[in-house]
Nanobody, 117 residues
Framework: QVQLVESGGGSVQAGGSLRLTCTTSGLTFSIYRRGWFRQAPGKDREYVATAWSGGDADYVDSVKGRFTISRDAAKSTIYLQMNSLKPEDTGVYYC???????????WGQGTQVTVSS
């Protein structure tokens, strides 16, 4: 059974930092892309960042320069370092994984991030 488990969410004041972790288990295929989405109350799920297995990374414009995605392939884990947090970063953050040989995108259950002004 494939599981993606996020951790590291919490409540911080604007300008603070958090580091999210997403660990994957039970995936028999090779992961070629992993990343993060977020969903604020009453809004659609929004793309945040992606890390490819080859080392490239991509970010939505609103987090560039503040967020950094990284991966530890040996631990099947990705991280999202979030600095200079803003109230508009508040939401539930979901990690995902895309694997070769599978048409299914795998999702975690989400972790809450709340940034107060």
């Amino acid at each position: 059974q494939v599981q993606l488990v996020e951790s590291g969410g919490g409540s911080v004041q604007a300008g603070g930092s958090l580091r999210l972790t997403c660990t994957t288990s039970g995936l028999t295929f090779s992961i070629y892309r992993r990343g993060w989405f977020r969903q604020a109350p009453g809004k659609d799920r929004e793309y945040v960042a992606t890390a490819w297995s080859g080392g490239d990374a991509d970010y939505v414009d609103s987090v560039k320069g503040r967020f950094t995605i990284s991966r530890d392939a040996a631990k099947s884990t990705i991280y999202l370092q979030m600095n200079s947090l803003k109230p508009e970063d508040t939401g539930v953050y979901y990690c995902y994984a895309d694997a070769t040989g599978s048409s299914t995108r795998f999702w975690g259950q989400g972790t809450q991030v709340t940034v107060s002004s």
